[in-house]
C-alpha cells in the first residue's frame, strides 16, 4: 500500500498534483478572522427627553392623573397659540391629538412649556388647584346686593359685599364700579344685567371664575377679552346687556392682598 507522499516544506502544490517551490518574497498570511456580532445599540435619547425626564422625576405634580377639565384648558391655550401665531396649523393639530391621550400633568405641561402662556389671556386656574371656597347662602348674614343704578352720579359694589344670582346694573350719564374679587358669591351662578347709556360700567372678576359676555353696543363698547372658563367649582359670571353711546367693561384682575 503506497500513500502519496506529503509536500515538502518550502513546497506548494499545483492543481495537477505537482509541486513547486514557494515564493519566500509572498508572505503566507492567515484568513482575517470573522468580526463578533454585536447587539444592536439603543437609539441615544435626545436632550428635550432627557429634560424633561429629569424635570417629571423631580416635581411630583407631573405623575398625577389629570382630568377633562386640565385636557381642556390646555386645549384652550394651544388654540389661544394658534391665533397668535405662536404655533403653526400642523404643531397645532400635532398637540391637539396629544392632549387627548394625555394621562397626567407632566404629558400636558409638555405641550405647552415652549408657549407663552402669559400673554395668551386663557385663564389659568392657582397651581395648587385648590379653588377658593365660596359660601352657598349667606353665612355672613349680609344683604345681598341686587341692583346699582348711577343716574349722573357713582355706584360701587366691592369689598365683602354679598351678590346672589342675579344683579341689575343701571348707568345713565354716570360710572358704576363692580369688583367682585372679594366679594361673597352666595350663589353658584350670578347674572349681572346692564345698560350703560352715555354712561360707563366697569366689572372686574378674580381670575378663577368662568365669564360669560353676551352684551350688544350700538356707538359704546361691549369688552368680551375677559371671557372664558374659571377652575372647577367655581362661579360663573355672566353680563349681558345694552351699551348706548356708553360702555360696559368687563376685566380679569388678581385678588388683592388681604391685609394682614
Not at 349667606?138 to 359694589?157: D, H, K, L, P, Y
Request: proline letters at 10%; charged letters at 20%; one cysteine or more.
Amino acid at each position: 500500500m503506497t500513500t502519496s507522499p506529503e509536500p515538502s516544506e518550502g513546497l506548494t502544490s499545483g492543481s495537477d498534483g505537482s509541486t513547486t517551490p514557494a515564493d519566500p518574497a509572498v508572505p503566507v498570511t492567515a484568513p482575517d478572522p470573522i468580526p463578533p456580532v454585536s447587539a444592536p445599540q439603543p437609539i441615544p435619547l435626545r436632550k428635550t427627553d432627557i429634560a424633561a425626564a429629569h424635570v417629571q422625576s423631580l416635581d411630583p405634580r407631573a405623575r398625577l392623573r389629570a382630568s377633562d377639565a386640565d385636557r381642556e384648558l390646555v386645549q384652550q391655550i394651544l388654540s389661544a397659540a394658534l391665533s397668535n401665531g405662536s404655533l403653526s396649523l400642523s404643531e397645532f393639530d400635532e398637540r391637539s391629538s396629544k392632549v387627548l391621550v394625555a394621562k397626567t400633568f407632566g404629558d400636558l405641561d409638555n405641550l405647552t412649556d415652549d408657549l407663552p402662556v402669559a400673554q395668551l389671556g386663557v385663564p389659568i386656574p392657582p397651581a395648587s388647584g385648590v379653588v377658593p371656597a365660596y359660601r352657598a347662602g349667606t353665612g355672613s348674614g349680609r344683604r345681598r346686593v341686587q341692583n346699582a343704578v348711577a343716574v349722573m352720579s357713582g355706584w360701587e359694589i366691592g369689598g365683602n359685599s354679598a351678590v346672589g344670582g342675579s344683579l341689575q346694573a343701571f348707568a345713565l350719564m354716570g360710572g358704576i364700579d363692580i369688583d367682585l374679587r372679594d366679594v361673597e358669591f352666595t350663589e353658584p351662578r350670578l347674572a349681572i344685567r346692564c345698560a350703560a347709556i352715555m354712561g360707563g360700567i366697569d366689572i372686574v372678576v378674580p381670575p378663577d371664575v368662568t365669564v360669560e359676555v353676551n352684551g350688544f353696543a350700538l356707538m359704546g363698547g361691549f369688552g368680551t377679552t375677559a371671557a372664558g372658563l374659571g377652575a372647577p367649582g367655581a362661579p360663573t359670571v355672566v353680563v349681558t346687556g345694552l351699551a348706548l353711546m356708553g360702555g360696559v367693561d368687563v376685566k380679569r384682575k388678581p385678588r388683592k392682598d388681604r391685609p394682614k
